[in-house]
């Protein structure tokens, strides 16, 4: 079955780094994107980044343009999100969650079909 | 971009009644070319990640039980949960995904 892994969240101050990772077992990792969806505490979902599944095309939500990168290590089934000149606003539960198109279909349809349980990522001096 | 707005933000519903939440696109999410709405419904019970419950508008998700369903076109969906049990208390949220994804603000369901 999918499952998806997240760790590295943690309490980090204002305009400090983190990277988070997500590993990812039970398909074929390196045949679907994956994406970044984050939720503020009480709040609702937003979509953060996406990539392709091969890595060679990347897209970002205005709120986190040029300062975070999505990646991913397809030999190692993991996905990353390298988060740079973090606000109080980016404090949030972090999803990793698959795209459902497979490669041979579509770079990516944009809507999650499996999701993990997220990590939790706190700005605060 | 493309503004999602869900109504209501709750609502209670007694055992086996059914529940209806709506969502709006402030744009059209139906690509001419291909006829599919790019329209998804997530489940998200507390503490644990949004779930998929439907997806091109109207298309359930392998497993999710048939008395959810999704409809509607262009700018106007709804989401129905027909015979509501117990373990369906949650938030419900819908998301566009013809442009850069958005989410609605979401729809709580309770029991009354």
């Known amino acids: 079955q999918v499952k998806l892994v997240e760790s590295g969240g943690g309490v980090v101050q204002p305009g400090g780094s983190l990277r988070l990772s997500c590993a990812a077992s039970g398909f074929i990792f390196s045949s679907y994107g994956m994406h970044w969806v984050r939720q503020a505490p009480g709040k609702g979902l937003e979509w953060v980044a996406f990539i392709r599944y091969d890595g060679s095309d990347k897209n970002y939500a205005d709120s986190v343009k040029g300062r975070f990168t999505i990646s991913r290590d397809n030999s190692k089934n993991t996905l990353y999100l390298q988060m740079n000149s973090l606000r109080a606003e980016d404090t949030a539960v972090y999803y990793c969650a698959k795209d459902p198109a497979h490669y041979s279909a579509s770079s990516g349809y944009y809507y999650f079909d499996y999701w993990g349980q997220g990590a939790l990522v706190t700005v605060s001096s | 971009d493309i503004v999602m707005t869900q109504s209501p933000d709750s609502l209670a519903v007694s055992l086996g009644e059914r529940a209806t939440i709506n969502c709006k696109s402030s744009?059209?999410?139906?690509?001419?070319?291909?006829?599919?709405?790019?329209l998804g419904w997530y489940q998200q019970k507390p503490g644990q990640p949004p779930k998929l419950l439907i997806y091109w508008a109207s298309t359930r998700e392998s497993g999710v039980p048939d008395r959810f369903s999704g409809s509607g076109s262009g700018t106007d969906f709804t989401l129905t949960i027909n015979s509501l049990q117990a373990e369906d208390v949650a938030v419900y949220y819908c998301?566009?995904?013809?442009?850069?994804?958005?989410f609605g603000g979401g729809t709580k369901v309770e029991i009354k």
């Open positions: 998301q566009q995904y013809y442009t850069t994804p958005r």
């Open positions: 744009q059209s999410v139906l690509y001419s070319s291909n006829n599919k709405n790019y």
